[in-house]
């Protein structure tokens, strides 16, 4: 539920909505740098290999790892070449068929984050 008002020049909102505990894991290293992850929504597995492999190219990446979330249709991929902040955003960005809200919110954030399904965290209890 959202609830909207203005009083005076001033625009307030209210939302109201359940917290749902996920498990997730952040890209932000303890020395500030970024581990680099991806998201990718309704996107064949070839065409994530390609896309990653263009990246690691042109960045000279180490291995990329990736992992099937939704079979057949959705992947999540990290690599553990740390990179600054600006440069993982860029590379992130650079990434063809990234999950656009996926980057929208890491980006808005300060770090990315890859988030475990909540199908398996129920499985996790």
Known sequence: MIKRFTVGDLRITL???RITKIIG???ELEDGSHILMWDFDDVPLDDVKLELKKVQIRYFL???Y???T???TNYIAYCFTAQCWRRAVEIIAQTN???WNF?????YRGHFTLILHHSYATKLK
Request: net charge negative.
């Open 70 to 72: 939704k079979f057949q």
């Open 62 to 64: 180490s291995d990329i």
């Open 15 to 17: 939302t109201v909505a």
């Open 97 to 99: 068929l990234v999950d």
């Open 66 to 68: 990736i992992l099937e």
């Open 103 to 107: 980057f929208k919110y890491g980006v």
């Open 25 to 27: 894991v952040n890209s």
